[in-house]
């Protein structure tokens, strides 16, 4: 079983920073993917980065060059970095865990952070 708990969000005015963190509970960190999705009112959950437990790195065109994802597997933490926010990044950021048993997969998600951008 994997907890997850983010923290650092707020409001913040376009062009500024955030930095998002998750922190996991239960052993093998190391071993799940780990990835950051938001969801917008009216809008679906989308992924926004991903990393593996190797640190290969994936991000959503709308993000790229101004978020990076990073893992810290001594702290049992996932960050994401936001950088240039913009209004459209308004949303409810979730972080999320795989972990396979058995070939079958299995998500994990946090209670979701919200990050708004307005001026």
């Known amino acids: 079983q994997v907890q997850l708990v983010e923290s650092g969000g707020g409001s913040v005015q376009p062009g500024g920073s955030l930095r998002l963190s998750c922190v996991a509970s239960g052993s093998g960190f190391s071993l799940n993917a780990m990835a950051w999705y938001r969801q917008a009112p009216g809008n679906q959950r989308e992924l926004v980065a991903s990393?593996?437990?190797?640190?290969?790195?994936n991000y959503a065109d709308s993000v790229k060059g101004r978020f990076t994802v990073s893992r810290d597997n001594a702290k049992n933490t996932l960050y994401l970095q936001m950088n240039r926010l913009k209004p459209e990044d308004t949303a409810v950021y979730y972080c999320?865990?795989?972990?396979?048993?058995?070939?079958?997969?299995?998500?994990?998600w946090g209670q979701g952070t919200q990050v708004t951008v307005s001026s």
């Open positions: 999320n865990a795989v972990r396979w048993v058995m070939a079958v997969r299995n998500d994990y």
């Open positions: 990393i593996t437990s190797g640190g290969r790195t």
